[in-house]
């Protein structure tokens, strides 16, 4: 059955691309779930979707299917975007002048950590309007974002049901990548003294440019220590993979460094070798992070690496910020981290992180309550209506907002 991502380039999310999807991928969810209910009977309880796609949400009330909307983001993210969205003539227009300016009502952050701009904000008003939803599921924990996740609460007045780490959930070798992982770095770690090795990845959506693959190239290998460093296929502009890098550089770290095209992040975190994590600070790599007790040097973007780079620094104080992409700047942040005083607090207080999020998950911690309730939440939701009569042709009525982004943007 067509998915209606003909044309739509899902590689990148840009605004753009997820306007249309929104738009396009609508009436095509619904004519699957009516196709379904006839064939199989009336016996669809939810439908769980991500806020991303809360075209979803829209397809649920036409249908009278209730829907949880899952939240993939940190508590303290969608915290901010609630916020700015509140009062946004608080937050927009702002000066280059005013980037290091603290952010109003919104500590830790910074006017250059407002992570969508003004012309993105219809989109994203609608991506964090939970519609009809009945509920959130949240990929955090509970003890870790108490007092944000209370807040939120209080704005959306639904059950919330914060079951995080979900890659936890999952046993450590399976896989969920769309990328082909080069498993022969774990070969590579296993031969390197254990807490000696700095992993360097920024995910697989961000791009940088070939000047700061450079000066990240020359701020490792003069840090002196052992890396190794993924640069995905596309992730540098203009370049395939690693054709920018400096002449001679990979033979000249050959003894002490290992460049892949992608890696299996989660068994790299565990591994005993990891010292640190260079990282662009998205959501699930930052969790992943903290549940291998791995500190970290904080790469932000984009979006919500902005937000999580600051509470990670300033809050939680288990990494370092790069705030200049300079080679001078990196060699240092990366020695504080591997070979400092200071490196060795932050590595403490990741342990304790960690510790935090075992109890959670463990029985009768908050997270394993969470997920029973969740399931019983789920098995009371009361029986639906007869399902509807199929309609020909796009959905007319909406309660997002996402063909307006479009012409927006």
Not at 225 to 238: A, E, H, K
Request: charged fraction near 25%; hydrophobic fraction near 40%; charge should be negative.
């Amino acid at each position: 059955m067509d998915d209606g991502f003909q044309g739509i380039d899902i590689s990148f999310p840009s605004l753009e691309n997820l306007c249309s999807m929104n738009e396009n991928c609508k009436a095509h969810l619904r004519d699957y779930l009516v196709t379904m209910m006839e064939e199989e009977g009336n016996e669809l309880a939810c439908i769980v979707y991500d806020n991303v796609m809360f075209f979803a949400d829209d397809v649920a009330t036409q249908l009278k299917v209730p829907s949880i909307v899952l939240r993939t983001f940190s508590a303290a993210f969608i915290h901010s975007m609630i916020t700015i969205f509140q009062k946004p003539e608080k937050y927009f227009p702002f000066e280059d002048s005013q980037l290091l300016d603290p952010l109003p009502d919104l500590h830790p952050l910074r006017y250059k950590d407002v992570p969508f701009s003004e012309a993105e904000l219809e989109f994203h008003r609608a991506m964090y309007d939970i519609g009809s939803s009945v509920a959130t599921i949240w990929n955090t924990m509970q003890d870790l974002e108490s007092s944000m996740l209370l807040r939120l609460q209080e704005h959306y007045k639904v059950p919330f049901f914060p079951i995080g780490p979900f890659h936890k959930m999952a046993p450590l070798a399976s896989s969920t990548s769309l990328l082909e992982e080069d498993n022969s770095c774990i070969e590579w770690l296993d031969r390197q003294t254990p807490n000696s090795v700095l992993y360097v990845s920024l995910g697989s959506l961000v791009r940088i440019d070939d000047k700061e693959l450079i000066e990240t190239a020359w701020g490792l290998a003069n840090s002196e220590q052992p890396f190794l460093w993924v640069i995905r296929p596309g992730s540098v502009s203009g370049f395939q993979c690693a054709e920018a890098l400096p002449d001679g550089y990979e033979e000249m770290v050959a003894e002490r460094g290992r460049i892949v095209k992608w890696a299996p992040q989660k068994q790299v975190l565990a591994h005993p070798a990891i010292a640190g994590f260079f990282t662009h600070c998205g959501w699930n790599s930052t969790l992943e992070s903290i549940c291998e007790q791995v500190p970290m040097i904080c790469r932000p973007i984009l979006a919500d690496q902005l937000v999580n780079a600051r509470y990670l620094t300033q809050i939680y104080k288990v990494g370092f910020e790069l705030e200049v992409m300079e080679r001078t700047a990196i060699e240092k942040t990366i020695r504080k981290l591997m070979l400092g005083e200071e490196g060795k607090d932050v590595k403490k207080r990741v342990v304790d992180m960690k510790q935090n999020i075992v109890a959670a998950m463990q029985i009768d911690g908050t997270s394993h309550k969470n997920l029973k309730d969740l399931v019983d939440f789920i098995s009371a939701l009361p029986s639906r209506l007869p399902p509807p009569t199929p309609v020909v042709g796009a959905i007319m009525s909406s309660n997002h907002t996402s063909s307006k982004c479009i012409r927006e943007s």
